[in-house]
């Protein structure tokens, strides 16, 4: 075990240590980040969830959680901006299509967005989850919901390591219990490896501009808008989103448009 002294480190960072009597080690150094995934914490602080990742595996349930559109495009946004790819996986296969859920789904895959299919219970789609770790210079993360089944997922990837207790759904919150309470790096045999991370029930990107939103968010950098810096708001003039974007999708990114122009107004207090 080490212990950290000056600036805080995530799962991901690459540091500098030395051995210290008593303690194991004392943490000098982090050195500089390739990628990061930012959030905004319940104080409005920006706080770093992990660095120097491959990519971010976003993992969804259709209703056992039921989908949450809004939460899947944040992250797709956010691992985006912060230099990471992001791959949609959709878990619990094996409890059949919800066809709300699919039809959001269907939104971003014909944009672009790459989306794997799994089952952690009978092992459905793994193959190409373990493949595109295996594929991998740095490490993928695993994120999303509580109760989607990440760490069930993490088990099935590793059955031969106790990778932490697999919790249930709460009928009340329609949510799962939150049973990963910190970030592992795991190796897999099969090459890669791969991260574990805390199930959340929401999750707002810290740092971003107008701008990264509408390069990041699927579809809308490519528009052909008649201005080429168009934000795609309601009522711009020669925006052509409202034609070319399905509506759920464009309402979810110009909800992140609006709280993203609520984070950057200026504070006179």
Not at 8 to 34: Q, S
Not at 68 to 81: F, G, Q, T
Not at 164 to 182: F, L, R
Not at 232 to 240: A, I, K, L, Q, Y
Request: hydrophobic residues 40%; aromatic residues 4%.
């Amino acid at each position: 075990m080490c212990f950290l002294s000056g600036k805080r480190a995530v799962i991901g960072d690459e540091v500098r240590w030395r051995t210290a009597k008593g303690t194991g080690g004392v943490l000098d150094e982090v050195l500089p980040r390739h990628s990061t995934l930012r959030r905004l914490d319940k104080t409005g602080r920006e706080q770093v969830l992990a660095s120097n990742l491959e990519g971010v595996v976003v993992v969804l349930s259709a209703t056992s959680p039921p989908l949450v559109p809004w939460l899947m495009d944040r992250y797709l946004v956010a691992a985006h901006a912060g230099g990471m790819r992001v791959v949609l996986c959709l878990n619990k296969v094996d409890l059949g299509p919800e066809d709300n859920a699919m039809e959001e789904l269907q939104h971003r895959t014909a944009l672009g967005v790459p989306l794997l299919s799994v089952s952690a219970h009978t092992g459905e789609g793994l193959g190409a989850l373990r493949q595109l770790i295996a594929g991998a210079r740095a490490p993928w993360a695993l994120v999303g919901m509580s109760g989607v089944g990440k760490t069930s997922i993490l088990a099935a990837l590793l059955p031969e390591l106790d990778v932490g207790p697999v919790g249930e759904i709460s009928e009340y919150w329609e949510a799962g219990k939150h049973t990963t309470t910190g970030s592992r790096i795991f190796a897999l045999k099969t090459g890669g490896e791969l991260a574990d991370s805390p199930g959340i029930r929401s999750f707002v990107p810290a740092g971003l501009s107008h701008e990264d939103v509408r390069r990041h968010f699927p579809g809308m950098a490519e528009l052909p808008c008649r201005y080429r810096d168009c934000l795609h708001r309601p009522g711009e003039d020669g925006c052509v989103a409202p034609e070319q974007i399905a509506e759920p999708l464009l309402d979810s990114y110009r909800r992140l448009m609006a709280e993203v122009e609520e984070a950057t107004k200026p504070s006179y207090a």
